[in-house]
């Protein structure tokens, strides 16, 4: 082919041509690194969700699940030393350190927390008391059973009251 109708075929070919030539992938329809997320579509439900309580009061009748194995008593153990034993007292009897400038966190066994329900122990953990904060932020809903395993062993372990 001469160089003139190459010319004149590369010419042809590029006539009409308005398209953007650009070939990366950045100008394309795409959800972008910070975008707003896509807003979920009307009566769709979170994955993983379970019903909404929103207080100790809906909880009181739950069931425990979660029966206390030695596994579920050693991961209620070591949650209690790290989240509760500072209000609580590492043998769960209260007089830990917070409560030196908190109002008081009771002694566990005591026989009104001993009268209560499991689920109102687990709603306790949840929502929190009349003056403890809720304990549930980075605790699943199994852990926080595991804890109230962990409560009623305490009880079990003291004398009753
Ligand atoms: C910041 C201190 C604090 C922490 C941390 C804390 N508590 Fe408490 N807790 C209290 C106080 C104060 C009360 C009593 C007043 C109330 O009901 O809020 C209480 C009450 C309770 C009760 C008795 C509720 C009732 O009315 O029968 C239970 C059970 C309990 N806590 C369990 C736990 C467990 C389990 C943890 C750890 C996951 C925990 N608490 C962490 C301060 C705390």
Redesign the pocket.
């Known amino acids: 082919m001469s160089p003139r109708r190459r010319t004149a075929l590369l010419a042809l070919l590029c006539a009409g041509c308005s398209n953007d030539w650009r070939t990366d992938m950045w100008y394309q329809p795409s959800v972008r690194a910070e975008d707003a997320p896509r807003p979920e579509p009307e009566r769709s439900v979170p994955l993983g969700a379970g019903p909404a309580y929103e207080s100790r009061d809906d909880t009181e009748a739950l069931v425990n699940p979660v029966p206390p194995s030695p596994e579920v008593l050693e991961r209620g153990r070591a949650?209690?030393l790290s989240?509760?034993?500072?209000?609580?007292g590492r043998e769960?009897h209260g007089g830990?350190p917070?409560?030196k400038f908190?109002?008081?966190?009771?002694d566990?066994a005591?026989a009104?927390?001993r009268?209560?329900s499991d689920g109102?122990?687990w709603g306790?953990?949840t929502f929190?008391?009349?003056?403890?904060?809720p304990?549930r932020e980075g605790?699943t809903a199994r852990d926080?059973w595991a804890?109230?395993d962990?409560?009623r062993a305490i009880q079990g372990r003291s004398p009753s009251r």
Do not use: K
């Open positions: 949650i209690f989240r509760c034993s500072p209000c609580h769960g830990g917070v409560s908190f109002p008081p966190a009771p566990l005591y009104t927390v009268a209560r109102f122990l306790t953990i929190g008391g009349r003056a403890m904060p304990q605790l926080r804890l109230v962990y409560v």
